[in-house]
C-alpha cells in the first residue's frame, strides 16, 4: 500500500484565527464606544488620596475649629436637654449639619480630582454601553476563569506591592519619629493632635506618591494589555476594508453596470447624430451639429467592438460614415461625450461637415 502524505498550509490557520494585526482605527473607535479602554484606576486612588490628604492637612485648621465648635455645642446646651421626641429629632437634625458641613469639602475635592484623573487618562467619555446589564458576568465558569485569568495576577501583584510599600512607609516614619511618641505624654490635647496629623499626613503623603508611580507602571502595562486585546486577525481586517471601502467584487460589477448604462444612453443618441467619423476601423466618433448649436457636439465615441456597434448603429439610422484618421483619433483622445470640440478642431470639423451637405447626404 502506497503511504499519502497530506501537507497542510499552517499560514491560512495563523491568517484566520491568530490576532497579528494592530487596530485600525474604527476598531479603536469601535471599542472606545464600548468603554474598553486603557485605564487604570490605581492612577485615580492615587492621585485622590494625596488630593484628599493634602486638602485636610491644609484645612486642619477648618476642620479642628468644625468639631471644636460642635463640640463645645453640644456639651453647653445639647447635653442639658430632657430626652424626649422633640429632643432627639432637633439632636439628629444638628449631627446631620455638622457632618454635611465636615465632609462636603471632602466629597468635593474627591470628585473634582476624580474626574480631572479621567479626563487626563481617557478624555471625555460617555459609553451606555458600560452601564449595561450583561448576565453573561453571572456565569460561574466565567468568573472562575477570570480568578486564575493574567489580570487576576497582575491585580495581585499590585495589591501585595501596595501592602508592601504602605507598611514600609509606616515603618520608616515612626522610626524616625520613634523618640518624639515617647513625649506624647507631656504634650496638651493639641499639641498631641498636631502632631499626629502631622506624622499621618507624611505617611499617606509618601505613600500616595509611590503609589503614583506604581499607577505609572500599571497604566503602561494597561495600554499594553488594551492594545493587545482589540489586535485583529487578517480576515477581519480584510473584511473591515470591504466594509469601508465597499466588496471589491460589488464594486467592480456596480462599475460594469455604469458602463452598460452609459453605452446604452450613448448608442441612444446616435440616431440624433450628423457624422461618424472613423480612421476606419478602430476609432469611430459620432458628432451632431445644428444650426442654433455654437459648435459641434460629440454624442458617441468607441475603439474595437465599440466602434464597430457606432457605425452599425449609424448605417441603421443612415447616418453618414466618414473617414477621417486625424480627426477621429484627435476628437476621440480629447473630447469627452456630450462635450462640444475644441476651437482647434472647427475648421476639420466643419470642412467634414461641408461635404456632407454638399453630397446631399444630411
Known sequence: MSEQ??????????ESGEKTEDATPKKKQDSR?????????DFNAALVLIALVSSLYGGRGYFGGKIQNFMKFVFAHEIKMPLTDD????????VLQFFLTLMAPIFIVAM????????VQVGFLFSPEIIKPKFSKLNPVEGFKKIFSKKSLVELVKSLLKVSVVSFVVFLMVKKDFKKLFFLSDMDVAGIGSYLAGLIYKICLGAGLIFVFIAILDFTFQKWEHKQNIKMTKHEVKQEMKQSEGDPQLKSKLREK?????MGRMMESIPEA?????????????LKYEDDMGAPKVVAKG??????????????????????????Q???????????????LYQAVAEIIASIYKLGKR
Do not use: W
Open 258 to 262: 455604469q458602463r452598460q448604462l452609459a
Open 303 to 328: 475603439t474595437g467592438h465599440i466602434a464597430l456597434k457606432i457605425k452599425e448603429r449609424a448605417k441603421e439610422y443612415n447616418i453618414p460614415i466618414i473617414e477621417n484618421k486625424p480627426v477621429a
Open 112 to 119: 473634582v480630582f476624580g474626574f480631572l484623573v479621567n479626563v
Open 330 to 344: 484627435t476628437l476621440y483622445k480629447n473630447v469627452e461625450v456630450d462635450d462640444f470640440i475644441p476651437i482647434e
Open 87 to 94: 429632643y432627639i429629632f432637633n439632636l439628629f437634625g444638628v
Open 33 to 41: 464606544k464600548k468603554g474598553q479602554i486603557a485605564k487604570s484606576q
Open 274 to 286: 450628423t457624422v461618424v467619423v472613423t480612421n476606419p476601423t478602430h476609432f469611430a466618433v459620432a
Open 5 to 14: 502524505k497530506l501537507y497542510l498550509n499552517l499560514q491560512l490557520f495563523a
